[in-house]
């Protein structure tokens, strides 16, 4: 009996190592034309934040046996990070419309996601997701590295863009792409 559960431990710390590494390949592999801050590569140190805020968060979350700000911490993590990038690139000080247009959308689908998700849970009390993974410290730990691998992922075009030299163009693709947001946003 207790092999099994090591053996299950050792897989699913595995699979949270192998989601790391893939992450961090893929961000070797997209940071190429990333500005340095503070002699370090942007994109890298937004890889870097997007896991240590999902480990930071874990925790507590595993201590209390609670899925109950999971979402809400992805959420915060997309925040973070396109914070984060924007103040790297000094995007805040210069006006960089394009940077300050494409982290505002993100934000503001990020809190519209993550608002929805805590509700919903507040609403319900639990999260039925949940229920066999939170008591498992690998388990558990897994899913929320797998969560810092969604934020980097689903946010790595923004991130290449904002951390380029010349930043987010606007261009006729940007506006058909901000288009689409508002027409999702409102609908």
């Known amino acids: 009996m207790w092999v099994g559960g090591m053996m299950k431990h050792l897989t699913y710390l595995s699979i949270a190592a192998g989601v790391f590494i893939f992450t961090k390949l893929y961000a070797d592999a997209i940071s190429f034309n990333s500005i340095e801050v503070s002699g370090i590569n942007l994109v890298e140190q937004l890889f870097i934040i997007s896991f240590i805020t999902q480990w930071v968060a874990y925790i507590p979350a595993f201590i209390l046996k609670t899925e109950k700000f999971y979402d809400l911490t992805g959420s915060l993590t997309y925040i973070v990070t396109i914070l984060f ?10 006006l960089q419309t394009g940077n300050l247009i494409i982290g505002t959308v993100i934000m503001v689908w990020a809190i519209r996601l993550g608002s929805f998700l805590f509700l919903r849970i507040a609403k319900d009390g639990k999260d039925n997701r949940f229920n066999s993974i939170k008591s498992s410290f690998s388990q558990f730990f897994m899913t929320w590295t797998i969560q810092g691998m969604w934020v980097f992922v689903c946010s790595s075009a923004a991130f290449v863009a904002i951390a380029s030299s010349t930043g987010v163009l606007i261009n006729s693709v940007f506006m058909i792409g901000l288009v689409m947001f508002f027409i999702w946003i409102y609908s």
């Not at 990038?85 to 210069?94: I, K, V």
């Open 85 to 94: 990038a924007l103040y790297a690139t000094d995007s805040f000080a210069t």
